[in-house]
């Protein structure tokens, strides 16, 4: 390969990269994962006759479903001994408006958790990519037909598990960061105004940090767990902190007092919060680091 058909494959990857890393991170759930699987592309493209390839976006989109196909059997090995809840790796999504957000939600990507290997790659190549059947099917190995049917079970699973879309923006910013001051300061009234009867808080600290083993349900258990972090940590001197959108929900980065780089995405509805996610575990929330510095405070913020 000359020079200069290799500047054109690289031309041809980065091209094609925001779609191939919103597919890979859907199928696999981490950020860090997705970003090996696109490297690993990138070296398989780079080997390939380039130059016989009539689709290099359909080729590059094979290759990587294939090595998300064979990564999601070691994931699964790893998730059966994860420790507590599993979060997807939080990801940031700064622009509400984008398609992008709502396609990357938590609940989606929990859905999509439910599904077999083979069910989670027919439904994103179809339902979330608009691929047609014979191209699933050269990503797959499997007939059209087959494929098709590989999608519809994964719609009908997708669908029975997801959860209402979240609120408006503006409205999400509001209510994240008045629940992240009256969680901090243990304002019970707040909270209460805040929180749907049978709202559901999930926390991922997979051992590695403190988070709840089980998700927590219902506004008064809820209730009982935040007052009790409260108590325990008080109102310590401000730390860094910033509202911001994770997965297309609002949400909000903060530095704990113990140390960790919490994340907490809310989902919202009619007004009040029903779902709350805290992703703790320290592999999960390292990427959003460089994110936090742009935050403020509780001091500053009052």
């Not at 990269?17 to 690993?40: C, H, K, N, W």
């Amino acid at each position: 390969m000359t020079a200069q058909q290799q500047s054109e494959g690289t031309d041809e990857f980065l091209a094609t990269r925001p779609r191939l890393f919103a597919a890979a991170y859907r199928m696999l759930g981490t950020v860090s994962d997705a970003e090996d699987i696109l490297q690993d592309a990138y070296l398989r493209w780079q080997a390939a006759p380039q130059a016989q390839v009539q689709d290099p976006a359909g080729y590059l989109m094979r290759i990587t479903t294939r090595l998300c196909l064979d990564q999601l059997k070691s994931a699964r090995a790893r998730r059966e001994t994860y420790t507590g809840e599993w979060l997807p790796e939080p990801l940031l999504t700064e622009d509400a408006t984008e398609k992008l957000d709502h396609d990357v939600s938590v609940a989606l990507l929990l859905a999509l958790e439910a599904l077999s290997p083979l069910e989670r790659a027919a439904f994103l190549l179809h339902d979330i990519f608009d691929s047609s059947y014979d191209d699933i099917s050269a990503a797959l190995n499997r007939s059209p037909d087959a494929c098709r049917q590989l999608a519809a079970r994964a719609r009908r699973k997708v669908q029975r598990l997801r959860s209402q879309p979240p609120a408006d923006p503006r409205q999400g910013q509001d209510l994240t960061e008045a629940f992240f001051r009256a969680s901090r300061t243990g304002d019970t009234a707040a909270l209460t105004r805040l929180l749907a009867r049978d709202v559901q808080l999930i926390s991922d600290g997979g051992g590695k940090a403190m988070a709840a083993l089980n998700p927590i349900y219902g506004r008064e258990k809820v209730l009982r767990l935040l007052e009790g972090v409260a108590r325990k940590f008080g109102s310590s001197a401000p730390l860094p902190w910033r509202f911001c959108r994770l997965n297309g929900l609002p949400a909000v980065l903060n530095l704990a007092e113990d140390g960790i780089l919490q994340a907490t995405s809310l989902e919202i509805t009619s007004g009040r919060i029903t779902r709350i996610y805290v992703t703790r575990n320290p592999d999960k929330t390292r990427h959003l680091a460089k994110a936090l510095q742009q935050g403020g405070s509780l001091s500053s913020r009052n």
